[in-house]
């Protein structure tokens, strides 16, 4: 994002500010799935060797779900920034605020869930390991 013209130095900055932030969120759940996919990988292929298949695959679909929720959460503190951002281009914002805009303050919103960088990606794992689990006995 970058900041509007017809704004005063402060608040260029803070935008600048708010713009990094968002930037970040997003890298950090580029960096989240690179981690998830030879984890994951590797767990399901130990699982297809017949040794601790069963652990293996279930070691999996902990992985799975474990960096599936740090993903969404970090999806969702990305939409909260981008909302603040709108919020300070608006002027609805008092300067130098740099608190997601996130009224429920849970982990992540469900909703978040739905997200087409969530399920497709996370759910195809899951049903990969599902799959695994009910091929193996």
Do not use: C, N
Not at 66 to 78: A, I
């Amino acid at each position: 994002m970058t900041a509007p013209t017809g704004f005063s130095d402060d608040q260029r900055l803070h935008l600048e500010l708010l713009s990094s932030v968002i930037g970040r969120m997003s890298g950090a759940s580029s960096t989240i799935k690179s981690w998830t996919v030879p984890v994951v990988t590797a767990a399901y292929g130990f699982s297809l060797t017949g040794s601790q298949a069963e652990a293996a695959a279930w070691l999996g679909l902990m992985a799975v779900v474990l960096f599936g929720v740090l993903d969404t959460y970090y999806l969702d503190l990305e939409r909260g920034y981008i909302r603040r951002f709108k919020q300070a281009v608006s002027g609805d914002l008092e300067l130098f605020d740099m608190s997601p805009d996130r009224p429920d303050r849970g982990l992540f919103r469900f909703e978040t869930l739905r997200s087409w960088a969530i399920w497709p990606f996370y759910g195809t794992l899951v049903g990969v390991g599902v799959l695994i689990l009910v091929v193996l006995p």
